[in-house]
């Protein structure tokens, strides 16, 4: 039955998306404690849940012809879930860098970016997986925010915490790009029309 997979489809999402938010908590604490570890294992596990998913989402163009609206969640969920891997494939790479041993400076971007980037990914896993309305109008103050973030630390003499930044702007963009996905899902390209910032990385 196609509404049995489309719900297999969400859950599988909300699932790999409540991993890398899982895995970048993880991070930030590993970066406080200085004590890594736990992330390679986080990253495996969305790399399979990312298998599954999409298994189910050509299960579902191939077998059921969806709908505008299951058909926009299919694109949107396809999308996300090559974003969610990148992101944790960052996460992971940011935890080898704490393993080679970073300084304070270093693992204080790896905090600060968490925070900031933290709560957007979870507004868009929220709109994709619950069908959540998210504050369009608040992302230029994202983009400000992390362009004050990045310039903080742009001018490190501390490769390691270069490093860390320049994977924090990448799981940016890749957030960046779930919460477009999840736009184009809840209005479809309307949507996309009025915010012209989230093409921009």
């Not at 790999?16 to 991070?27: C, I, P």
């Not at 579902?60 to 694109?75: C, D, G, S, W």
């Not at 790009?177 to 915010?195: C, M």
Request: proline share 4%; hydrophobic share 40%; glycine share 6%.
């Amino acid at each position: 039955m196609k509404w049995k997979a489309m719900e297999k489809a969400q859950n599988l999402l909300e699932e790999l998306g409540g991993t890398v938010l899982t895995a970048m908590e993880t991070l930030e604490r590993e970066a406080k404690e200085n004590e890594p570890g736990e992330v390679e294992e986080l990253f495996w596990e969305a790399v399979d849940l990312r298998m599954k998913l999409n298994d189910v989402l050509i299960e579902i163009l191939l077998r059921y012809q969806p709908l505008a609206r299951e058909l926009r969640f299919v694109r949107s969920a396809l999308d996300s879930s090559y974003d969610l891997y990148r992101i944790a494939r960052h996460l992971s790479r940011m935890e080898a860098l704490l393993f080679i041993g970073s300084p304070e400076c270093a693992r204080d971007v790896a905090v600060g970016g968490m925070n900031l980037i933290r709560p957007w990914l979870t507004i868009g896993l929220e709109a994709l997986t619950r069908g959540r309305p998210y504050p369009v109008e608040e992302l230029p103050f994202l983009e400000s925010s992390f362009e004050d973030f990045w310039n903080e630390n742009v001018k490190t003499e501390s490769p390691t915490a270069m490093g860390m930044l320049m994977h924090c702007e990448g799981i940016y963009n890749h957030t960046k790009n779930v919460l477009r996905s999840a736009l184009y899902y809840l209005e479809g390209s309307k949507g996309l029309e009025r915010t012209p910032i989230l093409f921009i990385s």
